[in-house]
Nanobody, 121 residues
Framework: VQLQASGGGLVQAGGSLRLSCTVTGRTFWSEVMGWFRQAPGKEREFVAHITWTGGRTYYTDSVKGRFTISRDNAKNTVYLQMNSLKPEDTAVYYC???????????????WGQGTLVTVSS
């Protein structure tokens, strides 16, 4: 299983970016796709996840109403639309897949390489 994340970049506060994560070699056991982020000097934190079946979503409080996670099952791709970006959203964003629907990073089995999002004030 390989995950390829893309879409990061530099944006001004209030701007938008869309991240993509394409999964190759996904097996039947994968239940959920998640986005996490890690800012310099901080631990990796959960951002959002979506189930492959049913498209159920869940967000951390700090991004609710600003970020939207979606998926295209035919393309094995998950997106993270990020609007109204704030400087505190600056981080490396990682996508991951796992068999448990959880916000805990340790329970995700495979990870992408990360894509840097920088929000300037």
């Amino acid at each position: 299983v390989q995950l390829q994340a893309s879409g990061g970049g530099l944006v001004q506060a209030g701007g938008s970016l869309r991240l993509s994560c394409t999964v190759t070699g996904r097996t039947f056991w994968s239940e959920v796709m998640g986005w996490f982020r890690q800012a310099p000097g901080k631990e990796r934190e959960f951002v959002a996840h979506i189930t492959w079946t049913g498209g159920r979503t869940y967000y951390t409080d700090s991004v609710k109403g600003r970020f939207t996670i979606s998926r295209d099952n035919a393309k094995n791709t998950v997106y993270l639309q990020m609007n109204s970006l704030k400087p505190e959203d600056t981080a490396v964003y990682y996508c991951a897949t796992g068999r448990e629907i959880t916000v805990v990073p340790d329970f995700y089995d495979f990870w992408g390489q990360g894509t840097l999002v920088t929000v300037s004030s």
